[in-house]
């Protein structure tokens, strides 16, 4: 394995309270549990025969070979914490068009055969959405839109994507076209001392999206669900954003011991969809569904959604969790998906207007890497990138130095919720910050260089900072 590493310093974070050490990905001690050049599993599209453009499901006869006689789709419904069937469509030769957010196809043969099955995601408008009106009106008029590259500043999007397992140590060894273009390309700021606040995914993610700890949350043990729990995107929406969470497996906020969420939580809820398709399937093990990756899916929903969203204010939280759960190497299967999805971000001017951050929840948990010193530090250290466009730089030049400042400060989970609020008030943070108690600071604000794990909330079994030193 060729290191793309090159270490300037030994610490990532120095301070009389904290230090961080700095360590090679591919050090010596580990580099036999690394391999060379790990396989990258494609999932088989054979079977893809259909696809959806502009609200159209067409069939793929190039794909078919004219093996396809009919079609007809299922659509797929919320149903507190679960999912339903719809009607059956009526049988489709060629296209039709379709009114539903979710759907399931069948292909059949000349003999009534079925012989593909696909699901697909739709853009659609929503009536319950009480910004349904003004976006009706945005999208009937798109094609006469000019060029909006100069268009509002004054409110940030808020495009949040989560790869479960990531570190930052490991976003060197299988992430490399991702950091190369975050870093190079948009200029985004990576937080050296990013260190997590608890065990796994729900707990950290918690803290992320509520500035709290799961356990200090009664709404977590509430039986019926967690719909009252103070999750961030309620504040979005309450000052009109449109919000959309999906993920692509069950373990964060629904599961076998947490109920999830009994009404729609976000405007944009994408569980119904990744449970119908996943359907019947091991819940980490099997990653290919029906033609496609659970990532694959995972950003093309988020894409389609942000390009119809992106002159309206959306807020939108993607979370990739089977691909990299439990794997170091299995990060590389979605580097390129990843890397190309922000190029084409970036192209459609989507990122003009938008704050993104591509962080992990915390690093690896288990596997032959992880019970040594670099897996035990790792472990601590999920990455996280944050990108701003360049006219914030220029307007808000006091907020983006401290960001960059903050690069090499120890950093959180709270902190990324408390920068959360302050986007929601970036002239006059004080009427949104001062309304809660915060455990973090937000990354726009300067954090002090003597900040100790204590003084950040971070529980010391999981602190990075002195760690073997």
Not at 144 to 151: G, L, M
Not at 287 to 310: A, D, H, I, P, T
Not at 312 to 334: D, G, K
Request: net charge positive.
């Amino acid at each position: 394995m060729v290191s793309k590493f090159t270490k300037r310093t030994n610490f990532l974070v120095e301070s009389e309270v904290c230090k961080i050490r700095s360590v090679d990905p591919f050090d010596p001690s580990i580099n036999f549990f690394l391999p060379y050049n790990p396989k990258i599993s494609l999932c088989n599209d054979s079977n893809l025969l259909t696809y959806v453009d502009n609200n159209i499901l067409y069939i793929n006869f190039t794909k078919s070979r004219n093996q396809v006689e009919y079609c007809s789709y299922e659509p797929i419904y919320y149903i507190s914490n679960s999912f339903k069937f719809g009607k059956i469509s009526g049988n489709f030769k060629k296209s039709v068009r379709v009114t539903d957010e979710f759907i399931k196809v069948q292909c059949f043969d000349s003999s009534n055969k079925v012989i593909a099955k696909n699901f697909h995601t739709v853009f659609v408008i929503k009536n319950s959405n009480q910004k349904a009106a003004d976006l009706r009106k945005h999208v009937v008029q798109r094609k006469n839109i000019p060029n909006t590259s100069n268009r509002r500043e004054s409110r940030l999007n808020v495009l949040l994507i989560m790869l479960e397992s990531t570190s930052r140590i490991n976003s060197y060894r299988y992430l490399r076209k991702t950091r190369k273009y975050l870093l190079e390309t948009l200029d985004a700021t990576e937080l050296l001392g990013y260190n997590k606040v608890a065990l796994n995914t729900r707990p950290n993610m918690a803290a992320l999206l509520t500035g709290e700890f799961l356990e200090n949350l009664s709404c977590f043990k509430n039986k019926e669900g967690v719909d009252q729990c103070p999750f961030i995107w309620k504040q979005y929406s309450k000052l009109g954003y449109t919000t959309h969470y999906g993920q692509d497996a069950y373990c964060t906020f629904y599961s076998k011991d947490m109920p999830g969420f009994k009404y729609q939580p976000t405007d944009y809820y994408d569980q119904p969809f990744h449970d119908a398709n996943e359907q019947g399937k091991p819940q980490f093990s099997h990653l290919c569904f029906n033609g496609k990756s659970s990532s694959e899916y995972v950003n093309e929903r988020m894409f389609n959604l942000v390009s119809n969203l992106k002159d309206n204010p959306f807020f939108s939280l993607s979370m990739h969790i089977r691909m990299t759960h439990n794997s170091l190497t299995r990060a590389v299967t979605i580097d390129k998906l990843i890397s190309k999805t922000l190029q084409r971000l970036h192209k459609n001017i989507i990122l003009n207007n938008t704050f993104l951050a591509l962080f992990g929840d915390h690093g690896i948990r288990s596997g032959k890497v992880r019970p040594t010193f670099i897996g035990q530090l790792e472990e601590k250290l999920p990455m996280m990138f944050i990108y701003v466009p360049p006219w914030f730089k220029t307007k808000y030049c006091s907020y983006f130095k401290n960001l960059r400042t903050n690069a090499r400060r120890l950093t959180t989970h709270f902190d990324t919720h408390s920068t959360l609020l302050h986007l929601l008030e970036l002239d006059n943070n004080q009427l949104v910050m001062k309304t809660y108690r915060q455990k973090g600071i937000s990354l726009f604000n300067k954090i002090p260089l003597n900040r100790s794990c204590q003084d950040a909330h971070i529980p010391s079994k999981w602190c990075a900072c002195n760690f073997h030193l």
